[in-house]
C-alpha cells in the first residue's frame, strides 16, 4: 500500500478531512479528530486508532510499534508503510480507527458527518414564527 492509496482511502470515508499538523505529517480528521496519520516523508509511518484488544495484538507484530505520543489512547504506528499490514487489513484497522473516533463525537457534529450530506438533523427546532403563522391562516 502507498500513501496515496492510504490517502484515497481515507478520503473516501464519510465526512473525512485532512490537514498536514507538525510539518510533515498528514492527518485524516472526522468532526476535528483525528483518527489517522501518515508521515510524508520517507519511510512513510502510518500511525491509527485501535481498540485495546487490537491495540495489544498489533504491537506483538514485527513492524509495529505504539505510536510516540498517542500510545497511551490506543494508538499504533507501522513503521514502514505497506510492510507489516497487507492491504485489506489495513484498510480494515483504518475503517475501525474512524468508526472508533466517530462514535466518540457529540451527536450534533456526528449528525454532519452522515453519509447523506444533505441529511436534516433529527431534533433540529423550528421557527417560533411558524406556528404563529399556521395560527393565523387557520382564522
Known sequence: MTLDTVRQFCLALPGTTE???????????????????ANTEPPHQLSFKCTPETFGELIERTGIRPAPYLARAMWVQEEQLGEALACQELERLIRQAYELVRAKLPKRKAMTTSRRPNARVSGARRSRAAPARARRRRR
Open 19 to 37: 490537514d498536514i499538523k507538525w510539518g510533515q505529517d498528514l492527518a485524516f480528521c472526522i468532526g476535528g479528530k483525528m483518527f489517522c496519520v
